[in-house]
């Protein structure tokens, strides 16, 4: 782990136990919560953005916990509530547990889990690893004391994995222990550098997202990324169908499941691209780890 990833974890509770707010959940503190759905905001600080363009991203999520639709919908299911936790990854180590699992029941808590987002520092680290990053959220998920009707991973990001282990033996463990991955790939207009890829969309189409109704929510402008993440949120907390005016949607394919679908190319992606583009230097096993 690195040392802004302790600090930041210090600081996640030191600002909990401050500011009042729910603590992180953990399995040491007694009785299972039930919840209508957990959700591991997955969030690239990869430093293929800068600064502007990961203030952009998280001003995008403060305001999402903030808008109404949001609301309703967290507020809607059977339980009433649900499971929240903000993590934010970029190479091959741990990632930072920005905001710990935290119960959003009402608007206030939600707009406390905004205000609590809102302060936190932004950092930018190097590298892609989304392997390391769905691994982690799977053991945040797996191993608190929560209990729920649906387990999500929201992956958004910038880049194909180039760092830890294959992403797509990964993503099919996960999406395995029962876990749905849904995917927010950010594809900007602007120069490229040597380890960006073409379709970044159909990369995650093909290699990260899983599991039931998995679908990815692609960014082509800084934006529309506010709007982009408030209407994914919408549809992963109220498992819903799409509005006609709502940012392109690729569904995974799925038997039986017709849906109003952004049309990418079916050639299957190379997933491991990523990798390739840094010459073999991003992950265990085959390449060997740089």
Wanted: aromatic share 6%; hydrophobic share 40%.
């Amino acid at each position: 782990m690195s040392i802004k990833s302790s600090l930041r974890g210090v600081a996640a509770l030191a600002i909990a136990a401050v500011a009042g707010l729910a603590a992180p959940v953990t399995a040491q503190q007694g009785a299972r919560i039930r919840v209508d759905l957990e959700l591991m905001l997955a969030v690239d600080i990869s430093q293929s953005m800068d600064h502007d363009e990961h203030t952009i991203q998280r001003e995008g999520y403060v305001e999402a916990f903030r808008h109404q639709d949001v609301i309703n919908a967290l507020v809607s299911g059977p339980e009433g509530k649900i499971a929240v936790m903000y993590m934010e990854w970029a190479g091959d180590f741990d990632p930072i547990p920005t905001i710990p699992w935290t119960i959003i029941d009402s608007a206030k808590a939600a707009h406390d889990f905004a205000d609590r987002l809102e302060k936190e520092p932004i950092f930018g680290e190097q590298r892609t690893s989304i392997s390391t990053a769905l691994l982690a959220a799977q053991d945040y998920i797996l191993n608190n004391n929560i209990t729920s009707h649906r387990q999500v991973i929201d992956v958004s990001g910038d880049g194909a994995n180039n760092a830890g282990r294959l992403v797509e033996p990964v993503r099919d463990a996960v999406v395995k222990s029962g876990i749905v991955i849904n995917g927010l790939p950010i594809m900007l207009n602007k120069p490229k550098e040597f380890y960006d890829i073409d379709h970044l969309d159909r990369y995650y189409k093909h290699c990260v997202i899983g599991g039931d109704a998995a679908f990815i929510a692609p960014v082509f402008d800084l934006r529309h990324l506010s709007s982009t993440i408030r209407k994914k949120l919408v549809m992963e907390i109220a498992s819903i169908d799409i509005e006609p005016d709502m940012a392109p949607i690729q569904f995974a394919e799925q038997p039986g499941i017709v849906r109003a679908q952004l049309k990418l190319p079916q050639e299957k992606t190379d997933c491991t691209i990523g990798e390739k583009v840094w010459g073999g230097r991003g992950y265990y096993g085959g390449f060997g780890r740089q």
